[in-house]
């Protein structure tokens, strides 16, 4: 593939009425294992372990600490990743203090964090001046956890239930409990999991679209702003909702292992190790290294 070949504009503009920031499919000259999308600026973990960040540094969100990583998570001016000790180590102006101990899986809100440490519990942390209890998880073993953009969080029990916590108050119609769930994502003001039998359900506010996903099967969801994204068994995202920035506007090549969005853009990993992203980019968080 040719360097032009690397920046494929969008077909159209969706709203020709609000002049938008035409965005491309940009695609990155290193490796990666993992990519991890904030509001802002982005990281991912290299083949080698490294972590590379672009975009908003402002509080040097993109300047990561040397060593080496197993799992990165963005919030809006904050970074954390596990290392190989699985034990989290948080940069830029992380919320409050890091919590100690050893992690097997995190989730970074805007401005609060969670993380399922080895004992199959949630420890949660934020600012106190953002509190709605999003920082507040209950007690018992878990499965998986998500940390909602602004003020809830949710998780999966070991009893395959769903519980969230925080400011709730938009999550209206959940889904059946009989429903066993393997994966959650917390969106802004909705909820997007991943079932059993790879279908993706979405509940809470409705606005543009956001939990009516597309029907097929599915191996990967992330919920963001007014948009969500997905990974089909096949290897191919798709993302529905208000097509902010042209998210909606997937990469047509390739097949891919793992998406994540947050804000107005989104970042997925190619099965040849390749980031790719797309959508708002004024602060480069679109174009990775």
């Known amino acids: 593939m040719t360097p032009i070949q690397e920046l494929i504009p969008t077909k159209k503009e969706t709203d020709t009425s609000t002049p938008k920031e035409i965005p491309l499919w940009r695609v990155s000259t290193r490796d ?3 990519v991890s999308s904030g509001l802002s600026h982005s990281c991912g973990v290299t083949t080698a372990g490294e972590i590379l960040c ?4 402002t509080y040097d969100q993109s300047t990561p600490p040397k060593g080496s990583f197993t799992q990165i998570a963005v919030g809006l001016y904050f970074s954390c990743a596990l290392d190989t000790a699985d034990e989290l180590q948080c940069w830029g102006a992380p919320p409050s203090k890091t919590p100690s101990g050893t992690f ?6 805007e401005y609060h964090g969670c993380a399922l440490d080895v004992d199959n519990a949630v420890t949660c942390w934020g600012p106190t001046s953002f509190d709605n209890g999003q920082a507040s998880p209950p007690d018992g073993e878990f499965l998986f956890v998500s940390s909602g953009e602004e003020y809830f969080s949710c998780a999966i029990t070991s009893s395959n239930d769903i519980v969230c916590w925080g400011y709730t108050n938009s999550l209206t119609d959940p889904p059946p409990s009989e429903i066993t769930f393997t994966q959650l994502s917390a969106g802004n003001r909705h909820v997007c999991g991943l079932t059993d039998t790879s279908e993706i359900i979405c509940w809470g506010d409705p606005t543009a679209g956001v939990t009516l996903p597309p029907k097929g099967s599915f191996i990967d969801v992330r919920s963001g702003s007014s948009d969500n994204c997905a990974l089909t068994s096949t290897g191919e995202i798709t993302c529905w909702g208000g097509d902010s920035y042209g998210i909606n506007n997937t990469p047509e090549e390739g097949r891919f292992t793992q998406v994540s969005i947050q804000g107005l853009h989104s970042c997925a ?4 190790n390749k980031v790719v992203c797309w959508g708002w980019d004024v602060h480069g968080q679109s174009s990775p290294p």
């Open 104 to 109: 097997s899986q995190l989730d970074m809100g």
């Open 32 to 34: 990666f294992q993992q």
């Open 269 to 272: 990993l190619r099965d040849d």
């Open 54 to 57: 672009w975009g908003n540094n």
